[in-house]
């Protein structure tokens, strides 16, 4: 059974994602916060797997809370899903070096929305359509194509492991890296995991900034 915490001040949204998930039986809605400080609170309390976070709140927005939330050893199973309006401003790095797991909009179906919960519960990065140009489109910016960052650890990664980081960079899973490679699905899950422990990423969503960051990646690759 998935645990969510829904985090949002508008009553009426925190209500439309709780009808959305309430009809799933593997998913049940734990807490409500009003705002960032409550989803705090709240996640030491009642213990989701995973967080539905608005970005603009009052008190401690969503980036705040999920730079705590992340940052807390004791909340380490907890994976913050950030659900916006606004996908294409800076708050999408911002949130994703916090340690959240995803973005998806606020005008998803709501099929797509009990998908990204369960599969940022599964431990996959998810980011929508918009979110993924907006990453892409700021790193273009912001860096001129230039490395915006160094990350020591790189170099204790294998050839495989290296591989298998671009691969996670670009969006595949699990299943798609598998037969990629010519490996087990196993195999696979194994590498990512290997790989998240040497960078010390949080899960894949942070592969994803590390691998951009660094120049591993850059777009059209």
Known sequence: MTRVLIADDQPLIRQAVTDILAGEEDITVVGLA?????AVRQAVAVWPDVIVMD????EMDGIEATRRICADTAL??????I???FEEDDNLVGALRAGASGFIGKGSEPDEIVRA???????????SPTATRSLITRYVQTSGGHPLATVPELTELTEREHEVLLLVARGRSNQEIAAELYISPHTA???VNRVMAKLHAH???QLVIIAYETGLLTPGR
């Open 76 to 81: 380490a199973h907890a994976r913050v899903l």
């Open 117 to 127: 919960v369960r599969a940022v519960h599964a431990g996959d990065a998810l980011l």
């Open 203 to 205: 899960d894949r969503a």
């Open 83 to 85: 659900l916006t309006t």
């Open 55 to 58: 970005i603009r709140m009052p």
């Open 34 to 38: 009003v705002n960032g400080a409550d």
């Open 189 to 191: 899950k194994t590498h």
